[in-house]
Structures are given as C-alpha cells and as structure tokens.
C-alpha cells in the first residue's frame, strides 16, 4: 500500500489523508448541488449545509463552489501522483514548472478558504461542516506542499 501511494515519510501520508478528505467532502458538495438535495449536515440554523450552499456567495463567475473544489481536489491528486510515483519519468525543468504552479494554485487555494471561512463565520453566519473540511484541508495541505517542495528545493 504504501508504494501504491508514493508515501515515503509521515508528510506525505498526511498529504494522502488530505487529498481523500479534499475529494470526498468535494464530491459530497458536488452531489447535492446536482441533486438538490438536503444534507446530513442541516441540523441547525448554524450549522447548516444548505443555507450556505444556498446563499450569494456559493459561486464564482457563475460556477458553484463544489464544483471548483471538485476541480481543485483532482489538480491536486494529479500533481501528488506527479511528484511522488513519475518524478523520475519526469525532466528536472518540467517537476520544477509542476511544482511552482502546484504552489500557487494552493496558495490561491489557502487564500480562498480563508475567505470562505470568513464568509460562513462572519456573513452568512451559518457553516457547512463539509466545506470546514475542504477549507481546514487546504491550509493543511498548503503547509505540506510549502513545505515539500522548499526541502527539495534547499536539497
């Protein structure tokens, strides 16, 4: 199992438990954007999945949220398995562009999380415990991502 998923040490275990966590809780969202559905997680005016993915702020240029996150969590798998199972099929020059971009997309990522973390505290005054999953999960993984390439690189 373990070289099934390129883990090597305990960062890049925690990057695989963060890449099932980005696409499960994305996959949910995106199942009952599609379904209209009412999630498991309505269970107060607080805590209440469907009124924040409901209110104003659950799309971006038209696009709802789940399905950029949906979006974000396979980037991320394929940039995981990239640089952990193809590294050596890979030339030096191009693992470099895949890790800079991968850094700012999850740096884009962190930042957008904390907005949304923001909007359901502050705004909407309500959260969805599936989006507190995808969010928490993406400045997790900015971290692990900062700080795997930034050893590579200092290598």
Same mark, same amino acid.
């Given at each position: 199992?373990?070289?099934?998923?390129?883990? %090597?040490?305990?960062? +890049?275990?925690?990057?695989?438990?963060?890449?099932?966590?980005?696409?499960?809780?994305?996959?949910?969202?995106?199942?009952?954007?599609?379904?209209?559905?009412?999630? @498991? /997680? +309505? @269970?107060?005016?607080?805590? !209440? /999945?469907?009124?924040?993915?409901?209110?104003?702020?659950?799309?971006?240029?038209?696009?709802?949220?789940?399905?950029?996150?949906?979006?974000?969590?396979?980037?991320?798998?394929?940039?995981?398995?990239?640089?952990?199972?193809?590294?050596?099929?890979?030339?030096? %020059?191009?693992?470099?562009?895949?890790?800079?971009?991968? @850094?700012?997309? !999850?740096?884009?990522?962190?930042?957008?999380?904390?907005?949304?973390?923001?909007?359901?505290?502050?705004?909407?005054?309500?959260? /969805?415990?599936? /989006?507190?999953?995808?969010?928490?999960?993406?400045?997790?993984?900015?971290?692990?991502?900062?700080?795997?390439?930034?050893? %590579?690189?200092?290598?």
């Amino acid at each position: 199992m373990k070289d099934f998923f390129g883990i %090597k040490n305990k960062r +890049d275990l925690s990057m695989v438990i963060t890449l099932f966590l980005f696409l499960v809780s994305s996959a949910y969202l995106v199942y009952l954007k599609v379904s209209d559905g009412t999630s @498991v /997680c +309505d @269970v107060s005016a607080s805590v !209440n /999945c469907s009124t924040v993915a409901s209110s104003e702020f659950s799309k971006i240029l038209g696009i709802p949220l789940p399905f950029l996150g949906l979006g974000y969590a396979i980037f991320n798998i394929v940039v995981y398995i990239l640089t952990h199972k193809k590294r050596d099929k890979i030339s030096k %020059k191009t693992m470099e562009i895949i890790e800079s971009i991968s @850094v700012m997309v !999850n740096t884009f990522g962190a930042l957008a999380s904390l907005s949304f973390l923001f909007l359901q505290f502050f705004i909407i005054k309500a959260v /969805c415990i599936f /989006c507190l999953i995808f969010d928490f999960s993406t400045l997790i993984y900015t971290a692990l991502v900062y700080k795997e390439f930034t050893s %590579k690189n200092s290598k």
